[in-house]
Structure formats: C-alpha cells, structure tokens
T-cell receptor, first 113, second 116 residues
C-alpha cells in the first residue's frame, strides 16, 4: 500500500543553521510532493511543493529536492529563524488511478534563538 | 469566500452516540478530502471526493464511518456508534485538480471530537 516515511521526527537547530527533513514514498504513481507547515493549534499550510518532472525547487530560504528513482524527497531550510519552529509534513499525491494525498508522520522543528 | 470552513469546531459525545461533521470547501474546488489527525501524527487519509463522486475510502475506515458530498459542494462525515478510539481532530481539505494534476490542499480548522 501507499506509505510516506519521514525523518527525523524531532529536529533541534540553532538559529541561523540549516535544517533538513527527508521523506521516502512507496507509490510509484505519485507525481506531486507538497510540504506543509503546521503551527500549534493551527491548520496545515502549504510552504512549497514539487512535481515529478522537476528535480529541485527553491523559494527564498526553502528548497525541496526530488529523486524519483530512489523515491526520496527532502526539505531544506537555510538561515533558520525562531518562527520556523513548527511541525513539518511531507506528502505524496498519486497522479493516476486517483489523487489521494498521503502524509508523513511529521517532523517537529525547534529553532533555538 | 474565506476558505474551508468546518463545523462544529468541537464535539464532545458519549460512546455509542452518532456524530456528524460538515465541511464547506472553497467554492471553485472540485476535490474534497477528509483526514483524521491525532496528537503527534500526520493527517491520516480517510476519503476523498471529486465533485459528488466518492472516489476512494481508506481500507482502515470501518463501516461506522460514512461521508457524502451530495451536490458536489459541502460534505458531511458521519461516525456512528462512536468509540473512544475515534477521538481525534477531523480535518477537511479541498483543492482544484485537473486530470492528473493536483493542486494545493487548503485545510479547514478541523472538528475536534472527544468521545467519553
């Protein structure tokens, strides 16, 4: 069945350092890979996404890479700030045979000032 | 249209009772999803609709759960004979998708269920 694994479950970094979160997916029909940020008590919100025809995408301090062959994708946050502290979820969406989005278990990021 | 809205926001019920949650998606969105989220976990897929058609339902979902989207607009999620294990946040999300392309999921604030 479909599965998205996410590591690490908790990540603590010093302000200004980089943070990397890694995910793997099992469904080879997945073609869209969004990342969501969820602050305490709030709804998940999209921060960046990547489609399967692209290997890398960057938006200011955030970048995502995708290795379709290995079924890996990663989130990179540079120059972390205390307001980056939140739970981050990776997800994979199937592009054929249905459009189900499966989420990883989440990474709780702490950015220490 | 201010986004996806869900109600009620909180529901406390006794074990064995039925509960129903409503989701109003962003009006131009054709896809609607229900997820369940427990503390410290990612959203767990329950079911999704494209327009009024329910296209997939999680194999983990028991027969006590049913969802509808009768006119392709709002959706309801009903849980019959609730159990304590049903306690969770129920999230609704909507998106606009064309063919194989899926757009961003826009989530509602969620409906928190507590089963006593």
């Amino acid at each position: 069945g479909e599965n998205v694994e996410q590591h690490p479950s908790t990540l603590s970094v010093q302000e200004g350092d980089s943070a990397v979160i890694k995910c793997t997916y099992s469904d080879s029909a997945s073609n869209y890979f969004p990342w969501y940020k969820q602050e305490l008590g709030k709804r998940p919100q999209l921060i960046i996404d990547i489609r399967s025809n692209v290997g890398e995408k960057k938006d200011q301090r955030i970048a995502v890479t995708l290795n379709k062959t290995a079924k890996h994708f990663s989130l990179h946050i540079t120059e972390t700030q205390p307001e980056d502290s939140a739970v981050y979820f990776c997800a994979a969406t199937r592009g054929t045979g249905g459009f189900k989005t499966i989420f990883g278990a989440g990474t709780r990021l702490f950015v220490k000032a | 249209d201010t986004g996806v809205s869900q109600n009620p926001r909180h529901k406390i019920t006794k074990r064995g009772q039925n509960v129903t949650f409503r989701c109003d998606p962003i009006s131009e969105h054709n896809r609607l999803y229900w997820y369940r989220q427990t503390l410290g976990q990612g959203p767990e897929f329950l079911t999704y609709f494209q327009n009024e058609a329910q296209l997939e339902k999680s194999r983990l979902l028991s027969d006590r759960f049913s969802a509808e989207r009768p006119k392709g607009s709002f959706s309801t999620l009903e849980i019959q004979r609730t159990e304590q294990g049903d306690s969770a946040m129920y999230l609704c999300a909507s998106s606009f998708g064309q063919g194989a392309n899926t757009g961003e999921l826009f989530f509602g604030e969620g409906s928190r269920l507590t089963v006593l």
